[in-house]
């Protein structure tokens, strides 16, 4: 894709600026800190920020993310005086600098002269300023801005010494629908397919009549009588992340050709609809992320350390940087929980567990105006008598405690595959049931490996699953050629994959594939099927006897179905009535080395836990201290166990004591007490175990 190509010395010193996160980090240690908006605060405050940031043991602040406004009041005129004295005071009291393109929120008085930068949603409606985030991804006047202040600023501080971080724009998300965006996707189109006919082809037009004469006549899904092509739809999504990345990609190449050679990146949000973050993984020198989970749902912990996961496998295993997260409650949810301060620490810890170099939070001193007013900051508006700045100073000290972490790398030998277009494409509308989502699934797999402290890689599809012993598939509507050729492999190897419901059913364009299904893997599942039907909830199933793992309870499935036939795979449970009584849903199969086990409908939680664990053991995977996995976890309740290199890392997010048994004498690098055979973590606490050697 051109939007992702960089001129041959940019990618030359971008490379070089590879290795920069953690040389980085071998100076600093683990990262600590957060985003800081000193153009909010009178000059005076700055200095009590900057003592107050010493106190804690910050190393490492994002500056300028929203300052467009104030670089540049007036169009063309830039105003750096502040910053100068900023980054200057920032660098005297040694803390670095994650120095931050302003190109996220253009000043009010762009949209206003030039509308045409200003985003136009599905129905039309053009946005306007007042909030943030008003721009256009397509629009050449934004981009011609944006890429203007960005040389202003990258030429300034290039070679600031304070400056050991750039950070372009801010999570990279906006859509439009407008005219210019039309023209942008057009261009893509052609790119992509050349000749309208291949275009029609692609999407199938000869349905509803919706065969297009010339590239010009298409347009961006907007408001229609009816349900939209959604070939197009997944198009138009393929182009919006590619777009961003391509105003990303040109504010990252004005950096470096500005002489910049520290790592460039932006903050990336997770499991996030519009950008697909394999193809920006590539683009960034540092995979930096933006993670708020619900302090209230029982399920967060695991559900964020999933998106963790991502985070390094995204950087191939590199140590990866928690830009922003919430040190207690946000203000843009209906109903925001705060935390305790040793939660905050608890949440912390656990990105560093599981491959994070840095901790840093949304934002450094809490807002006194604005939306953003009654969002949690490392320095409340209370003040430094409180005890979320306490709770500030400790988390401070503990990470400094953890630089023998620095670098280390999580070895996960179970592969989970996701990625965005199937997820895309499997979420158009217009299926057998709405009630089936690509995360809620990966989410729900997932599960059951934390609770058993398994670490978990998460596959790009057609990637070699390498050394991954256990592959899981919850739920790939979109398995194409090659994907399933690597599976196919590393089943052959002796793998073994597990396949969920709805999945390999359409190719790259979301056409249903010829044949039964999922044609591209009936061979390894020995199953296939030939349609699918929305369940009923609590729909029974019968299970055989014969299969040893069966749960004695939750012998349901709901949700979807499919009407399938053993072709030569063993079948472990079968439907007990409704429309497929009597035919399988959840098969084995043998195939050269491995085995492949397919699960033909969404599952019970005790039925998904009973299937899974029954891979892990046959592909011999214990969890973090030895013990195989049991459908119910290994692990008391609410602990998390992660091995990062030589640490331990015990998390305790349950309500009660959890007692693990160790597998060597080992000392707590937080606290420096020692174990011999067993640790306690309190609830809420957490433990960085290394093995200690006895003489
Ligand atoms: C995002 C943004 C920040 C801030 C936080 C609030 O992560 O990047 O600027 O608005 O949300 O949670």
Wanted: with cysteine.
């Amino acid at each position: 894709m051109p939007t992702t190509d960089r001129p041959a010395d940019a990618r030359a010193s971008a490379d070089r600026a590879g290795s920069g996160f953690a040389a980085l980090c071998a100076d600093l240690g683990l990262c600590f800190g957060g985003d800081y908006n000193p153009e909010q605060w009178p000059r005076e405050v700055w200095n009590d920020d900057v003592r107050l940031m010493r106190r804690a043991g910050v190393n490492l602040v994002t500056v300028g993310v929203f300052s467009w406004s104030r670089i540049e009041p007036v169009p063309g005129e830039r105003d750096f005086t502040w910053l100068d004295e900023v980054l200057d005071l920032l660098h005297e009291n040694g803390i670095a600098v994650d120095l931050a393109t302003p190109t996220a929120s253009p000043p009010p008085w762009l949209g206003i002269r030039h509308p045409e930068t200003l985003p136009v949603d599905r129905d039309g409606v053009r946005l306007s300023a007042g909030s943030r985030n008003q721009f256009s991804p397509a629009s050449a006047v934004y981009r011609e801005h944006a890429l203007a202040i960005t040389r202003d600023l990258a030429e300034r501080y290039a070679r600031h010494p304070s400056v050991r971080m750039w950070h372009v724009g801010n999570e990279w998300g906006q859509l439009d629908h407008g005219d210019e965006a039309a023209r942008e996707f057009r261009l893509w189109l052609r790119r992509e397919y050349a000749t309208i006919d291949a275009l029609n082809e692609a999407w199938g037009t000869a349905v509803w009549s919706q065969r297009y004469g010339s590239f010009d006549e298409v347009l961006p899904p907007r408001r229609a009588p009816y349900t939209i092509n959604p070939t197009q739809s997944l198009d138009f999504r393929r182009y919006s992340s590619d777009q961003l990345l391509r105003c990303y990609g040109e504010q990252r190449d004005a950096i470096r050709e500005a002489g910049a050679t520290q790592p460039i990146t932006t903050n990336f949000m997770g499991f996030f609809p519009h950008a697909d973050y394999w193809s920006w993984a590539d683009a960034v020198d540092v995979i930096a992320d933006d993670q708020y989970p619900d302090p209230g749902d029982e399920h967060a912990p695991a559900d964020i350390a999933l998106v963790q996961d991502l985070m390094r496998s995204l950087g191939g295993g590199r140590p990866w940087l928690l830009m922003e997260q919430a040190i207690s409650a946000v203000s843009w949810r209906e109903h925001n929980l705060a935390k305790t301060p040793q939660k905050g620490r608890l949440d912390s810890l656990q990105a560093v567990a599981r491959g994070a170099d840095g901790i840093c939070f949304f934002q450094w001193r809490q807002a006194r105006s604005g939306p953003e007013r009654f969002h949690s900051a490392m320095l409340p508006a209370a003040g430094d008598d409180s005890a979320v700045f306490h709770g500030v100073e400790r988390l401070g000290a503990d990470l400094r405690r953890l630089r023998p972490v620095v670098g280390a790398r999580v070895n996960a030998r179970v592969g989970i595959l996701f990625d965005w277009p199937s997820w895309w494409a499997s979420e158009e509308p217009a299926r057998p049931t709405e009630r089936l989502r690509t995360i809620e699934q990966v989410q729900r797999w997932y599960r059951v490996l934390w609770r058993n402290g398994v670490a978990a890689n998460v596959l790009r599809p057609g990637d070699d699953a390498g050394d991954h012993c256990v592959v899981l598939v919850p739920h790939s509507y979109v398995i194409e050629p090659g994907a399933a050729d690597a599976l196919r492999d590393a089943v052959s190897g002796g793998a073994r994959l597990v396949v969920g419901p709805f999945s390999g059913v359409a190719d790259r364009h979301g056409h249903l594939l010829q044949g039964r299904s999922p044609a591209l893997l009936r061979d390894l599942l020995g199953v296939s099927g030939e349609e699918w039907s929305g369940l009923p909830d609590g729909a029974p199933l019968v299970v055989d006897e014969a299969w040893d793992a069966a749960p004695a309870v939750g012998r349901t499935a709901s949700v979807l179905a499919e009407r399938l036939r053993a072709d030569g795979a063993d079948v472990l449970a079968a439907f007990g009535d409704g429309v497929y009584a009597g035919l399988p849903a959840i098969t084995r199969h043998a195939f050269g080395e491995g085995r492949a086990w397919y699960v033909g409908a969404v599952v019970s939680d005790e039925l998904l836990a009973a299937v899974l664990t029954d891979a892990l053991r046959d592909a011999g995977v214990t969890n973090v201290v030895g013990v195989p996995p049991r459908p119910e976890g290994s692990l008391p309740q609410g602990l998390e166990a992660v091995r990062r290199g030589d640490h331990l890392f015990l998390l305790n997010h349950g309500r009660h004591g959890a007692e693990l048994v160790l597998p060597a004498a080992m000392r707590d690098l937080l606290t420096d007490e020692e174990f011999d055979r067993a640790a306690t973590v309190a609830p809420g606490a957490a433990m960085v175990l290394t093995e200690r050697l006895t003489t």
